[in-house]
């Protein structure tokens, strides 16, 4: 039940202590072994080139398949936290064998998540439908659940596609969130599809752009969308960015819009170390040029 | 006459409703064939998937908690003071914009039947306060009138309220269901509502609910028997055409309404919880409600940029004057400054909004 793990802790440690709990395996009826716990252990062993590493192996009468998926979760949650995949492999298989009621109110506590069916639904179809990329970036938390939630209920290619976008250029997670769901309504509005979105021109070049660092890209190309989803909340931006910026404004003196222009007014902020200072800068403010045209933008000509 | 009734095909009674007359009435009078009846002990049911609501389900329980309360409004607004008298919750209807499907933890057509029960609190918190006016409307929370010809509201609703001088009682609503209206001998103290929008939005994104041109030959009807009208255009949605889409559904109001029968006409651009969009998005999926410029408002919720409501409510207001100049014209949950740039004027506060509208309640009933 292991995803997208580092191997290298594990073999330090058995290297220099060796090996404190052996693996448990049982017995096939068909004949040979199977792992029940302990496969990143024997992983190590053979990354060690080591040919021996001792096991606990139990008889195939001696546990049933629920009784070995307990032993191997019971025995991963007690020494480490399950990453999203994980806990989607162990959904999966426990839906196999256990009721759903019982998988909500008992199983996703255990996982740390909530007991919803919604979320449950989700956890299941992370094995089957995302491709070992995706996969590792959720394992990694290089994508958010809330975007991965998001983007399951897009066409394949298309939750591919954006997948693959965060992943290469490491958006954070509230840029992933504003990535997803500005594209997702900019190809509803324009009834195209993701995947195409992304192809084109400017975006297309922002996104291979040599010159930028991911930060800078993930900047531009979420500015881009922004530009494209809301343009004229965008255009009155740039309007008042610019009128500001037109001002002669001193040193420690600051015009602001509020979030959105949805509240009603401008804020001026002075910063000063003392009266006197102060009463030159509200002298220089009466007397500055151009303020008596600033407004919110659509208002100012 | 069974218009959403028809679609009724379980009936779920709750286990401390199931001695109510009410209920044996209810069920009486629905269609009986393939009905199914269940008396359910406790409100757990979550049917049928994430986003069912279960609008063929309906579900008869008691309220516990109060039968009137405020408007949930919000404080970053002005808001009218309306109180809500909760009758049910959820709607047939299937508006692709309506704020109940992010309520679908409890789905069904919820409703009270011990309504009748507890007006008689109700009715005696409004005598008990004879100085101030109360605003009450059943459309908050459910369609005031999809559902009557089931639940027969208008029988003891109309009386009770109609005696009463301190107060108005609006029924408001998208469908035809007027029958249990006219038939009542009362008149007074009663608003009979309809929410509006372009015939585009009606058709496209209002499921279930009738068209505009039927909406206006339906309070044409009442109004000829006496009622007083009031109409919504909420939620008011961009659209390609939206200035012609709702300049024909104000055409329409002047072909069939005599503007001196109105008590007021509100005005409200589409708003939604940022966590309805996913639900919306998953039940309508070819909807365009949310193609609009959103941005979260001072109240968390999402509405439009202020220069595209303002031209909104500015078009909207400035062509019903044009039909006719004392309308009662307000705005649902705007801010000071927009009331000043779409209307000419601003109430001010909630309370300033209060008072206008309590005025109109004033001239109109006396």
Request: aromatic letters at 8%.
């Amino acid at each position: 039940m292991s995803f997208g793990f580092d191997l290298d802790p594990l073999i330090q440690s058995i290297q220099r202590i060796g090996l404190i709990n052996p693996p448990v395996l049982i017995e096939k009826k068909e004949g040979g072994l199977m792992i029940i716990t302990g496969y990143k252990r024997i992983l190590a062993h053979q990354e060690m080139a080591l040919d021996k590493i001792g096991c606990r192996i139990m008889a195939s009468d001696d546990l049933t398949p629920l009784e070995c998926l307990h032993i191997n979760l019971y025995d991963n949650l007690t020494v480490r936290k399950l990453n999203p995949v994980e806990k989607g492999m162990v959904l999966s298989r426990l839906h196999a064998w256990v009721a759903q009621d019982e998988i909500l109110f008992q199983y996703m506590p255990l996982l740390g998540l909530p007991s919803h069916k919604q979320t449950l639904v989700l956890y299941l179809k992370i094995e089957p439908n995302l491709d070992d990329a995706i996969k590792g970036a959720l394992a990694g938390g290089r994508l958010s659940m809330q975007s991965l939630k998001t983007l399951m209920d897009l066409d394949p290619v298309s939750t591919t596609a954006v997948c693959s976008l965060i992943t290469n250029i490491n958006f954070n997670i509230n840029q992933q969130a504003q990535l997803v769901d500005d594209i997702i309504d900019i190809s509803h509005i324009e009834r195209k599809s993701i995947p195409d979105i992304l192809v084109e021109d400017p975006l297309k070049r922002m996104i291979s752009d040599p010159h930028m660092n991911n930060p800078q890209k993930a900047k531009a190309i979420l500015n881009h969308l922004r530009c494209k989803r809301l343009p004229t909340v965008k255009k009155a931006e740039q309007i008042f960015k610019k009128k500001v910026s037109s001002l002669q404004i001193p040193k420690g003196v600051q015009i602001t819009a509020p979030p959105n222009f949805e509240a009603s007014r401008l804020t001026l902020t002075i910063s000063f170390n003392n009266g006197v200072q102060l009463k030159d800068k509200i002298r220089y403010l009466n007397e500055l040029k151009g303020l008596d045209d600033l407004n919110f933008p659509w208002k100012m000509k | 006459m069974m218009a959403f009734g028809g679609n009724i095909k379980q009936v779920i009674v709750e286990h401390d409703a199931s001695s109510n007359a009410y209920v044996q009435e209810v069920c009486q009078r629905l269609p009986q064939n393939g009905l199914i009846i269940t008396e359910h002990p406790e409100e757990k049911t979550e049917r049928g998937g994430d986003f069912d609501p279960g609008k063929e389900i309906l579900h008869l329980l008691e309220y516990k908690g109060e039968f009137l309360k405020p408007c949930p409004g919000t404080k970053a607004y002005i808001c009218c003071g309306y109180q809500i008298l909760n009758i049910g919750t959820n709607c047939p209807l299937d508006c692709s914009y309506c704020i109940l499907q992010s309520y679908f933890n409890q789905p069904h057509l919820r409703v009270f039947v011990n309504i009748r029960k507890e007006l008689e609190h109700v009715l005696n918190y409004i005598d008990a306060n004879p100085d101030r006016v109360f605003r009450i409307g059943t459309g908050e929370f459910t369609d005031s009138l999809a559902l009557d010809p089931i639940m027969r509201w208008t029988d003891f609703l109309l009386p009770s309220f109609s005696q009463r001088k301190n107060v108005i009682l609006e029924l408001k609503t998208k469908t035809g269901a007027v029958n249990g209206l006219v038939s009542a001998p009362y008149r007074d103290r009663i608003v009979v509502s309809w929410s509006l929008n372009s015939p585009y939005i009606a058709a496209k994104e209002e499921k279930g609910a009738i068209s505009i041109r039927k909406r206006l030959q339906k309070a044409q009807q009442l109004q000829s028997e006496g009622f007083v009208l009031g109409f919504h255009f909420d939620p008011l949605i961009l659209h390609s055409g939206w200035k012609a889409e709702y300049l024909r559904t104000i055409e329409l109001l002047d072909r069939y309404i005599d503007p001196k029968g109105i008590i007021w006409i509100s005005l409200g651009s589409l708003r939604f919880m940022p966590q309805l969009k996913q639900i919306i998005q998953k039940r309508h999926p070819k909807t365009e409600i949310l193609n609009g410029e959103f941005i979260r408002g001072l109240d968390g919720k999402m509405r439009y940029f202020r220069p595209i409501r303002t031209e909104l409510y500015h078009f909207i207001r400035e062509n019903l004057e044009k039909w006719y100049s004392s309308l009662g014209l307000y705005l649902c949950m705007e801010s000071d400054v927009v009331w000043h740039e779409s209307m000419g004027w601003s109430p001010e506060t909630s309370s300033g909004l209060r008072s206008y509208l309590d005025r109109r309640v004033k001239l109109v009933f006396g």
